[in-house]
């Protein structure tokens, strides 16, 4: 789905609305469809599948519409470096699966697993320490991105 989101915006920055309708609709119809089908039968299972192919059949569309700047800046090594860190993730469910827990432990779970995520992810050479520092920076307001002039004198 973020691939989906992610080359979405290339087609609207292209000004290519109406395949963003395209796209999100036939996503939509795709997972209506397929929820009508298995939901009566297996339940929340066919919901995830249904996410699955529509989120697939979405993420082909945008590749295709945006191909030159996915050719140009998609690295092969991604999938495996992910893969690798989401190996790790999978581990901790398995070892996590059928226990009753409390919102507080369900909390915890999702941050000791995007813990190991992100390691996993560092790990593999796939995030780099530097770019967490940017994005805290970033987020704290102090990037070298900022403004020569105070708005205050712009004002004047």
Same mark, same amino acid.
């Given at each position: ?12 920055? !292209? ?24 939901? /009566? ?6 919901? *995830? ?30 999938? /495996? ?29 999702? *941050? ?12 593999t050479r796939y995030l780099h320490v530097s770019e967490l520092v940017a994005l805290q920076k970033a987020f704290s307001g102090k990037s070298s991105l900022r !403004?020569?002039? /105070?708005?205050?004198?712009?004002? *004047?």
């Amino acid at each position: 789905m973020s691939i989906v989101m992610l080359y979405i915006v290339m087609l609207l920055v !292209r000004l290519r609305v109406w395949w963003t309708t395209l796209v999100w609709g036939g996503m939509g119809a795709i997972v209506l469809l397929i929820d009508a089908v298995l939901l /009566p039968r297996v339940g929340i299972v066919g919901a *995830a599948f249904s996410q699955l192919i529509s989120s697939v059949a979405g993420a082909s569309l945008v590749v295709g519409l945006n191909w030159e700047l996915f050719r140009r800046t998609f690295r092969l090594v991604w999938i /495996p470096q992910a893969g690798a860190a989401l190996l790790g993730v999978s581990l901790l469910a398995h070892f996590w699966q059928n226990r009753a827990l409390s919102a507080g432990q369900s909390l915890g779970q999702l *941050a000791l697993g995007g813990i190991i995520f992100v390691f996993g992810l560092i790990v593999t050479r796939y995030l780099h320490v530097s770019e967490l520092v940017a994005l805290q920076k970033a987020f704290s307001g102090k990037s070298s991105l900022r !403004r020569a002039v /105070p708005l205050e004198a712009n004002s *004047a």
